[in-house]
């Protein structure tokens, strides 16, 4: 972890994490970051464990992570994370873009995702406005993002059972509460997925609360 000196005060600046499990990126970000007026590096991790286990006592304003590392998913890490701390905002940093790598950022809470061939400037600017509050993706991450998001919509039947599935019930249960068959249930259940664009019920249930299809307190 990085330690703090006097001269090195991280006070009114942009305190940022990095979590990289490659040690030159990770240290070639602090020095490029720690040369930017306005921004203070306050710790470094090279796993999601570690990451997990400094980001809640450091208190940083961004976390700047990896996405694919070891052990651990850096989406896995990020849903952590926002559950210990949830006013910590993120830049997911990566060299992946498909649309598994960008849905599953996105649907756990990251406020940026840019490329690691970007510019320093570019990663400086995500920063600052991930800070002032702000979401940035880029036009052809996002253009992925519409095209994932945009199918056909549910019938009334699939929203039923989507609901259904999202407080945890299975096909069985689900075809007695609306009175057809199992088989029935599951034909729904399989076109709702594709509908989605995911691929199973956990999935399903967090695009659907995101989306407003499903509500918290129908959990």
């Known amino acids: 972890m990085l330690t703090m000196t006097p001269g090195n005060s991280s006070a009114g600046r942009i305190r940022i994490f990095i979590v990289d499990d ?8 602090r020095t490029m970051l720690e040369s930017e007026r306005d921004m203070a590096v306050v710790g470094m991790a090279g796993s999601s464990q570690e990451a997990i286990q400094k980001v809640p006592a450091l208190s940083p304003d961004i976390l700047l992570t990896d996405l ?11 849903l952590e994370l926002k559950r210990l701390c949830p006013e910590l905002r993120t830049v997911v940093l990566t060299m992946y873009h498909s649309d598994e790598d960008v849905f599953g950022a996105i649907k756990a809470g990251a406020n940026a995702y840019i490329l690691k061939t970007s510019s320093l400037e570019e990663v400086t600017a995500a920063i600052r406005k991930v800070h002032a509050g702000e979401s940035v993706i880029p036009p052809h991450i996002a253009q992925q993002l519409a095209q994932r998001v945009s199918r056909q919509p549910l019938s009334t039947r699939e929203l039923e059972i989507l609901r259904l599935v999202a407080r945890g019930f299975k096909n069985q249960e689900i075809a007695v509460q609306l009175s057809i068959s199992t088989n029935t249930v599951r034909n729904h259940v399989v076109s709702l997925l594709e509908k989605l664009g995911v691929r199973d019920r956990t999935e399903a249930t967090a695009i659907a609360m995101h989306q407003g299809l499903v509500r918290i307190d129908e959990q």
């Open 68 to 78: 694919r590392m070891p052990r651990m998913s850096g989406v896995d890490m990020l």
């Open 22 to 29: 490659h040690d030159v990126v990770r240290l070639g970000l």
